[in-house]
């Protein structure tokens, strides 16, 4: 099936409680596919077109507000729209998915795949100090896969995940292995493990209030504090990477989602003609793998990051790096992508005659 | 009368409603929030409702409604509230679900949120503060400032060339299928604070009762963005605000 079909096929199977959506190229499936498998006649699960991005993103809030499993998905130009909306849930630090299968911008931009929104899912996005936990899937599976773990890590941390894909992964037939059905959490269960969650307020609690707002400064700095804390804790326990051919690598490539699905074959290349290339796949790019590819700094001569965009994951290479090997850049932008033999002239010309 | 005599419950002829707690209000002396918010949390208790509540504030003078009234609440982003309470209401059925905003949240940057909300005919109630002014903010242009009316960001009065027209979406919003009751109340006499609290326990039921989206408009007063007297302000409402917005029921299915 495409990714974005595993996406709501997982969806429901991980026993999700809303998804909130407005239509837009190249992830309209996601939705379409819902509406298609009427999950509330099964599960339960509320499936509500939106009048906008801004008014999804906002049903999203009021869901997990409530401690409900609850989620969006968009494109670029509609990902922009929501980011009001992704500042106060990060804020209110509520638990929820909002999938970007990326397009090639600025503006409308065009509706072939691009790699460009790494800045706005990794940086913030929106007004305030805030980080989205950021996945990178590469394949149908980890679409489907991804989708579970972010639910799991949103409950977690409380706090939202984004699944950072592009128009290829969603667009893509591949084989997938669906994750087992999980029931919805009940209201008790969500009493238990959500003891914020807005439910209606019984007369042995006080009132719960889902908000973001605090006029006195100290008390706005103590919750800045904490998400910062909070953001810590996730970079020490929840990166994820995946390493191809690095073991004896003289030169490494770094590449996310689809581009490292076509670095790899760029490796095999190289190799055959005796360049000693590997490859490291950041699957969570924020937390960013920054340990390993420090270590790998230590080891290679020199390093290529390959993008779909103008070179933006590169500055987190640089930091990781710290100048201590030459990290160069290849990327194509506004809806192309690179090819593998491209990436290897890359490779030759700008990392390994150096 | 003794003191003993008139603390004694038996003698009791009002009291405080337990749904409002004692938080002193931020509002100015003479808002009419504070009266809404009392009828509100009457409702609410009079309804055993509750554990069953969960409301939404906006962005506004109302943003700390929150404080005063024991129930569940989420604060929206600013116009956003239609939304919020669109998801709870749909993964929460059973629950009564409302929205409190003001002029220039649900009429202005929230406009997109409201009409659509109202008209797939969610199952919520929207309270309607109109006193056609930005309050928190100080006092600015709103979108139901009237013609003529001076605010700080239309200093020589409001004028159609500059400014455009007041909008009465109180009006638009009857014309949608998805409303099942839409109304416009005030709370500056007794019998005005009677028939509004009257509205809004419809609103609520009908919110119950799975009938569509119901509107309280409440025409009120701003006396501090307005720079008049409490008293001077509720005369002010009834001799320019109530020929623009006219009180009563503009549709009640």
Known sequence: ?354 | MTTNEIINPNNLVYTKTKVMNDTPMHYCPGCSHGVVHKLIAEIIEEMDFQDKTIAIAPVGCAVFAYKYLDIDWQQAAHGRAPAVATAIKRLLPDRLVFTYQGDGDLAAIGTAETIHAANRGENIAIIFINNGIYGMTGGQMAPTTLLGMKSSTSPGGRTVELNGNPLDITKLMAQLDGTCYVTRQSVHTVGSVRKTKKAIRQAFENSMAGKGTSVVEVVSTCNSGWKLSPAASNDWMVENMFPAYPLGDLKNL
């Open chain 1, 1 to 354: 099936m495409k990714g974005n079909e595993a996406i709501a096929h997982a969806a429901i199977r991980c026993g999700c409680d809303g998804y909130f959506g407005y239509p837009i190229t190249p992830q309209s499936e996601i939705m379409e596919t819902l509406m298609e498998l009427e999950p509330w006649n099964t599960t339960g699960m509320v499936v509500l077109q939106a009048e906008s991005e801004t008014a999804s993103i906002n049903m999203v809030y009021g869901g997990a507000g409530c401690g409900k499993k609850t989620m969006t998905s968009s494109s670029s130009p509609g990902v922009s729209l929501m980011q009001e909306g992704l500042s106060y849930i990060a804020c209110a630090e509520l638990p929820c998915v909002i999938v970007n299968v990326m397009r090639g911008g600025p503006g409308l931009g065009t509706i072939q795949p691009s790699q460009a929104d790494y800045y706005q899912s990794v940086k913030g996005g929106g007004h305030g100090d805030y980080k989205l936990i950021t996945l990178a899937p590469a394949s149908v599976q980890e679409m489907a896969d991804h989708t579970v773990m972010a639910f799991d890590l949103a409950f977690k941390y409380l706090n939202p995940v984004l699944i950072l894909a592009d128009g290829i992964i969603g667009q893509m037939m591949e084989k997938v292995v669906l994750p087992p059905f999980q029931p919805r959490m009940t209201e008790a269960e969500i009493s238990e493990k959500c003891p914020w969650a807005t439910l209606g307020k019984p007369a042995n609690r006080k009132p719960n209030v889902i908000t973001s707002l605090a006029l006195q400064a100290e008390e706005m700095e103590t919750i800045n504090l904490r998400l910062q804390s909070k953001y810590r804790k996730v970079e020490e326990n929840e990166i994820l990477y995946e390493e191809f051919s690095c073991e004896d690598a003289d030169y490494l490539i770094i590449a996310f989602g689809i581009t490292a699905r076509i670095c790899q074959k760029t490796v095999e290349m190289a190799r055959n003609e005796g360049i000693k290339v590997g490859l490291l796949r950041p699957i969570t790019l924020f937390p960013f793998p920054t340990p390993a590819i420090s270590n790998y700094a230590d080891k290679v001569k020199g390093m290529l990051t390959v993008e779909m965009s103008a070179g933006q994951m590169v500055d987190d290479v640089r930091l990781a790096v710290n100048g201590r090997v030459p990290v160069e850049f290849y990327g194509r932008m506004g809806g192309i992508v690179p090819a593998p033999d491209e990436v290897l002239a890359a490779l030759k010309n700008k990392v390994v005659i150096k």
